[in-house]
Nanobody, 123 residues
Framework: VQLQAFGGGLVQVGGSLRLSCAASGGTVSKYSMAWFRQAPGKEREFVAGIRWTGYTSYVDSVKGRFTISRDNAENTVYLRMNNLQSEDTAVYYC??????????????????WGQGTEVTVSS
């Protein structure tokens, strides 16, 4: 499956963005899909994911602010980000993989990655 991420941009603190991850060559509903991010000088981290069952998971720092969703008809996964903070500034990557529950949040469990889209939150 090939992934294309887009929707990043520059937004002020408290603003919102919606990232999209369009898939081709595979069906998102059959994969675990996730968003990771990498801030300058930091390691890439799990942000949010949705399993083929529909189960979702979030890193604590975005709970209540970010929502991951999947549109099977569009074969696209979204990350709605509200109340953005400066610490959300990063390059965001979408990923697809055939994961099991115990490795769902692990970067190494994902075999397919999009190219990344940059999110900058200014104060």
């Amino acid at each position: 499956v090939q992934l294309q991420a887009f929707g990043g941009g520059l937004v002020q603190v408290g603003g919102s963005l919606r990232l999209s991850c369009a898939a081709s060559g595979g069906t998102v509903s059959k994969y675990s899909m996730a968003w990771f991010r990498q801030a300058p000088g930091k390691e890439r981290e799990f942000v949010a994911g949705i399993r083929w069952t529909g189960y979702t998971s979030y890193v604590d720092s975005v709970k209540g602010r970010f929502t991951i969703s999947r549109d099977n008809a569009e074969n696209t996964v979204y990350l709605r980000m509200n109340n953005l903070q400066s610490e959300d500034t990063a390059v965001y990557y979408c990923a697809a993989g055939l994961t099991i529950a115990s490795t769902f949040r692990n970067e190494g469990s994902y075999s397919n990655w999009g190219q990344g889209t940059e999110v900058t939150v200014s104060s």
